[in-house]
């Protein structure tokens, strides 16, 4: 099985709400990623997860909040979130972290209105 | 940081058309991978291919890691093809990111 799931598929949020992404995989992947797509460009990183420690941030908002519980489980908290930040954000995972094929999850389309 | 470029940017074909895409990476790799996009955003693994030749059904790819590019060939191609295909990759002691290029968008007219 190489699924990786993330939820929700759509999530539509005002400027002030509070709302978190979720995604999940059962590889047995000790490495975890989120990446930003905009429309029309390739998939950008944001974070990347080893051993459930944070690894890299890519210079990314602090109201984009990852937290990692567990090897099956990513999650990104986000607050107070910009129009600009409306885009499909990506879940992926790999065997470990810069080595092995990297899956990814179906995305979850973000709008902030 | 490592430079991945595809070509063409734009492919448009009739069914049942060959086509070849092609990324060009500018250092060394140890992970390369292809993927496509359908129109809902799924990414698709379609080869994890840093070196040698591998094939899928209608698919194959090849990867001259000596000369720092990568060829996808889609033959007998179907509507279905259509999509965003993108290479990435990530580099040998580098940065250890994926680092895509900026995809091909295949359209195939039935």
């Known amino acids: 099985d190489t699924e990786v799931t993330q939820t929700p598929k759509h999530l539509v949020m005002g400027m002030t709400n509070k709302k978190s992404l979720k995604c999940e995989q059962h590889m047995g992947h000790r490495a975890m990623y989120w990446y930003k797509q905009k429309a029309k460009k390739p998939p950008e990183l944001m974070f990347v997860y080893s051993y459930e420690k944070l690894s890299i941030n890519e210079s990314v908002p602090s109201r984009f909040s990852p937290e990692c519980p567990n090897s099956s489980l990513l999650n990104l908290h986000l607050h107070a979130l910009q129009p600009e930040d409306s885009a499909l954000y990506l879940c992926?995972?790999?065997?470990?972290?810069?080595?092995?094929?990297?899956?990814f999850g179906p995305g979850t389309r973000l709008t902030v209105t | 940081g490592i430079q991945v470029e595809q070509s063409p940017p734009d492919l448009i074909l009739q069914e049942g058309a060959n086509s070849t895409l092609r990324c060009n990476f500018s250092?060394?790799?140890?992970?390369l991978q292809w993927f496509h996009q359908n129109p809902w955003g799924q990414l698709i693994n379609l080869f994890y291919?840093?070196?040698g030749t591998k094939q899928n059904g209608r698919l194959s790819a090849t990867t001259v890691a000596t000369e720092r590019y990568s060829l996808l060939y889609i033959s007998s191609s179907q509507t279905t093809d259509s999509g965003v295909y993108f290479c990435a990759a990530i580099t040998q002691g580098g940065s250890e990111k994926l680092v895509f290029g900026k995809g091909t968008k295949l359209t195939v007219n039935p």
């Open positions: 992926a995972s790999s065997l470990t972290w810069a080595l092995g094929e990297q899956y």
């Open positions: 250092d060394s790799v140890n992970n």
């Open positions: 291919i840093p070196s």
